[in-house]
């Protein structure tokens, strides 16, 4: 039987590697694509294609998924992934980190979903898996711009699925909480290139202390396993947070309300 194929997006490191690794294990055909063309070298296999691609470059993206189609006869999965955080104190942040913030994490999952969108309107079918985050519900201090790009894609998430059901086209979330990969060095990096008063100090101290529980987190795995569990199933969840902080994390801001919410966070960063 001829494989399924996907598109996954982000898929250099971390999240999208693993992701791209297990469905090609899976029995998919995977494209994987990111900037670092070195890196997706390393995962090149029978059935995994390395996509040199930067999410901004909407013509390349469309020259990309054009391509699959031609020389594969369709896209059946695309999974979202591509994206990074900026932290940094909305005072401080300069407007032009907060833009690229939103061009990567929001307008790069956009332009992908209209690529493949009229392929799968046409064969009637395909998944649609955006990866957003336990901050796509919730917000916390310092995380301002990266909570507000994941809402913008919950919130477009959730309109194209209703937009999309009756051409038997699944559009699903996929919320991680905290997950080891190089996502939080890459965070970290950019903390320091925001310059804070020090007024500030003990907001960049919580966060600091925030990101060094990252060698306490689980690997990509399980977010991968989540992304096989969406794509293979007939019916899958609209919105599968995890691991538990992430679950957690909505529920507590529900029943504590936002002022205590906000509260208990400032008390976990201890400022
Ligand atoms: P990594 O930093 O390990 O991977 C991010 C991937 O995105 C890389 O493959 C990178 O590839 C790619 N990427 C970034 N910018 C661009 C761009 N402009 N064009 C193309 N590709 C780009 O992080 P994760 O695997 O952890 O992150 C994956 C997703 O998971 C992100 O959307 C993130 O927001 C989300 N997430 C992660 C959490 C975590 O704790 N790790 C928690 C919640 C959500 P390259 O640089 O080669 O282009």
């Avoid at 336990?134 to 507000?148: D, E, N, Q, T, V």
């Avoid at 960049?204 to 990252?214: K, Q, S």
């Avoid at 909505?250 to 960063?269: E, H």
Wanted: charge should be positive; include cysteine; glycine fraction near 8%.
């Amino acid at each position: 039987m001829s494989r399924r194929i996907a598109l996954v997006t982000g898929a250099s490191s971390g999240i999208g590697k693993a992701t791209a690794m297990l469905l090609a294990e899976s029995g998919y055909h995977v494209f994987a694509a990111a900037r670092r063309i070195d890196r997706l070298e390393q995962i090149r296999s029978e059935y995994i294609e390395p996509v040199e691609l930067d999410v901004l470059d909407e013509d390349a993206i469309r020259g990309v998924v054009q391509h699959i189609v031609s020389s594969r006869g369709r896209i059946d999965v695309l999974v979202n992934n591509a994206g990074y955080g900026l932290m940094g104190t909305l005072e401080c942040v300069p407007m032009d980190a907060a833009h690229r913030q939103f061009e990567v994490n929001v307008f790069g999952y956009a332009r992908f979903m209209q690529a493949v969108l009229p392929h799968m309107r046409t064969q009637k079918s395909g998944c649609i898996v955006n990866i957003t985050s336990i901050l796509g519900k919730i917000s916390i201090p310092g995380f301002g711009w990266y909570a507000a790009s994941k809402h913008a894609i919950e919130a477009l998430t959730e309109a194209v699925r209703g937009e999309v059901m009756e051409f038997g086209i699944k559009v699903v979330l996929i919320a991680p909480g905290l997950i080891r990969t190089e996502f939080m060095s890459k965070q970290q990096a950019l903390l320091e290139t925001v310059e804070h008063p020090s007024a500030y100090r003990k907001v960049i101290m919580g966060l600091r202390r925030l990101l060094a529980g990252e060698s306490r987190a689980p690997g990509p795995a399980i977010i991968a396993r989540a992304v096989l569990d969406a794509v293979t199933s007939p019916n899958p969840p609209v919105r599968h947070a995890l691991p538990l902080d992430s679950k957690a994390a909505v529920v507590a801001r529900w029943l504590m309300g936002p002022r205590i919410f906000s509260w208990a966070i400032r008390r976990q960063m201890k400022f």
